[in-house]
């Protein structure tokens, strides 16, 4: 057995530990999203006020969107990143998303350092399959 195994083992389970606290993370802006779809239906507003707070409710609205589905789609790709971890697939991808999770301060630094540094090693890499495309 490797010694590289057991590491790239425990960088994968980060990898689903990241995952699900980036999934949580991304799941805040709910709030912000209920409380826009209100000023936009008109539920928290009289339609007579002057200011328009339909314009605040599309704003609200389209932020926690983006947050809530850029946030979910990085907690997948991290997922996915420490499955490919797992199976060693997919060399670029992992080393890609190991850059990208170095974005996700404090633990993704950390982990995304430690993804790069271990994946670096020229016997990592000779265990990684070569991908079809």
């Known amino acids: 057995m490797n010694p ?3 590491l790239l083992r425990i960088l994968a389970v980060f990898h689903f530990v ?4 980036a999934t ?3 799941l805040f802006p709910l709030v912000h999203l209920i409380v826009g779809i209100g000023l936009v239906s008109g539920v928290f507003t009289n339609p007579r ?15 926690a969107s983006c ?3 850029c946030g979910l ?4 790709f991290m997922a996915v990143a420490g499955r490919m971890l797992l199976k060693r697939r997919r060399y670029f991808f992992c080393l890609a998303m190991a850059g990208l999770a170095c974005m996700f301060m404090p633990f993704g630094t950390i982990l ?11 016997d990592v890499r000779a265990q990684f399959q070569p991908s079809p495309c």
């Open 4 to 6: 590289n195994d057991d």
């Open 73 to 76: 789609l990085f907690a997948a």
């Open 49 to 63: 006020d002057p200011f328009p707070f339909a314009l605040i409710g599309w704003i609200f609205v389209l932020f």
């Open 18 to 21: 990241i995952a699900g606290m």
């Open 112 to 122: 995304g350092a430690f993804t790069i540094m271990t994946l670096m090693k020229a």
């Open 67 to 69: 947050w809530i589905l």
């Open 24 to 26: 949580m993370i991304s």
